[in-house]
């Protein structure tokens, strides 16, 4: 079964700072595809970024970081210097490539509250 | 411009009303999909489409239907069976497999109210 798990459910950090939101996933597939969406509060899904699990390099965008792990099944994201605008609800999610794991799986989220 | 299209944006249903979402896409995908939110929490899944006249039950099934009648529409019935519907409906689509170079489109959800 596939599985994702955000045990931060909410983190408040001071403009500035650097945070990192933590997503730890269960699959039996061997390739699949790993996400991370912005979710600001008009509901919305914001997609962030799309990672192949044949890929583990890590890519950097600005000031938004991500640390992929396979051996430890695990995609995080890191904020750097972080802006009142980056609060909102972050999903970490998961897709399978077999017929029974092609969809799309959400972990619980992590509400990033940044104040100035 | 190619995308997804949820309606109503709000919606309002009386207790033991069936109700039915809207989603409509134009972007050519095989797949498609309903997610629910309730406030503070996670997307679940509904249901999901691969091809057209064919659906699976995801995690939250029980008290809502779908039809697959054609590619580019996949309405959700939410029915009077649904003891809590109150929450934020999420349609989605993608291509099917590898093709996932564009992911997942989301369309930007109705609120439904139960009143």
């Known amino acids: 079964a596939q599985k994702v798990t955000q045990a931060q459910t909410e983190i408040s950090v001071v403009e500035k700072e650097d945070v990192t939101l933590d997503c730890v996933y269960e699959?039996?597939?061997?390739?699949?595809?790993l996400f991370w969406y912005k979710q600001p509060p008009s509901g919305e899904l914001v997609f962030l970024i799309r990672?192949?699990?044949?890929?583990?390099q890590n890519e950097i965008s600005g000031r938004y970081s991500w640390n992929f792990q396979k051996s430890t099944s695990s995609f995080n994201f890191t904020i750097t210097a972080s802006q009142v605008v980056d609060s909102a609800v972050y999903f970490c999610?998961?897709?399978?490539?077999?017929?029974?794991?092609?969809?799309?799986?959400f972990g619980t989220g992590t509400r990033l509250q940044v104040f100035p | 411009d190619g995308g997804i299209t949820q309606s109503p944006k709000y919606l309002f249903r009386k207790e033991g009303q069936n109700v039915t979402l809207s989603c409509e896409q134009n972007?050519?995908?095989?797949?498609m999909y309903w997610y629910r939110q309730d406030p503070g929490q996670g997307l679940r899944l509904i249901y999901y489409?691969?091809?057209?006249?064919?659906?699976q039950k995801g995690d939250i099934a029980e008290g809502y239907s779908v039809s697959r009648e054609k590619k580019e529409s996949f309405p959700l019935t939410v029915t009077s069976a649904q003891k809590n519907p109150t929450a934020f409906y999420l349609c989605?689509?993608?291509?099917?497999?590898?093709?996932?170079?564009?992911?997942?489109?989301f369309g930007s959800g109705t609120r439904l109210t139960v009143v």
């Open positions: 989605a689509s993608s291509k099917l497999g590898g093709d996932k170079k564009n992911g997942y489109t």
């Open positions: 699959t039996r597939d061997t390739t699949y595809y």
């Open positions: 990672r192949n699990s044949f890929d583990e």
């Open positions: 999610a998961l897709s399978g490539l077999s017929y029974n794991t092609d969809k799309l799986i």
């Open positions: 972007l050519n995908h095989d797949a």
């Open positions: 489409s691969q091809i057209v006249n064919d659906f």
